[in-house]
């Protein structure tokens, strides 16, 4: 919880730079990773999301914001309120609910999505919806900050994944149920 009452998710592997104290005319916070954010509503002092991407200004919202500097895409999903994004190379964006606005090499894309797909992280859940399993081990990696050699079966990385997986303290129980899912061995 920040000092003007927001609450703040931060995702493992994930930096956010904040003041002590907001000064009263401009809220602003930076961001490398991932958050899921609860704005405290303050109408004479805006709220700000920086990252190296893009700007969100925020008109009282909760909303998840990933931008991991090892991931080529960078988000913000939208769950409710209303944001602003800014990424400096064409005009202001503005997202309303269930919307994801992506930036990916200069390139932008806005569409219309299930927001706990991306928001279930801070409830230790992955929901899944036809998720390719290269992103899911992605996601496994940053949540238990280690690393998977894999065998180099491009197969595996084809395959997709539909339903909740329960992110537990036993990485074991994760593997099992992901190997079951995939149809593959792990060690």
């Not at 930076?30 to 704005?39: D, L, P, Q």
């Not at 893009?54 to 090892?70: E, I, M």
């Not at 990385?157 to 593997?175: A, R």
Request: hydrophobic share 35%; glycine share 6%.
């Amino acid at each position: 919880t920040l000092s003007d009452g927001t609450k703040v998710w931060i995702n493992s592997g994930s930096e956010l730079d904040f003041p002590s104290k907001f000064n009263s005319n401009r809220r602003e916070i930076t961001v490398k990773g991932e958050i899921y954010i609860e704005v405290a509503e303050n109408k004479s002092s805006p709220f700000f999301v920086k990252t190296s991407e893009f700007d969100v200004k925020v008109h009282g919202t909760k909303f998840n914001v990933l931008a991991y500097g090892d991931s080529s895409e960078k988000s913000v999903v939208l769950v409710d309120g209303k944001v602003e994004v800014n990424t400096g190379s064409a005009a202001p964006v503005f997202l309303s609910p269930n919307e994801k606005l992506a930036v990916n090499a200069g390139q932008i894309h806005k569409s219309v999505i299930d927001p706990m797909e991306y928001i279930s992280w801070k409830d230790n859940v992955l929901v899944l919806n036809r998720a390719a399993i290269a992103d899911i081990l992605k996601k496994i990696e940053r949540y238990y900050n280690f690393s998977f050699e894999t065998s180099g079966n491009i197969a595996l990385y084809k395959k997709t994944c539909t339903g909740k997986l329960l992110l537990s303290e036993n990485i074991d129980d994760i593997m099992k149920s992901l190997s079951v899912l995939s149809s593959t061995t792990y060690k």
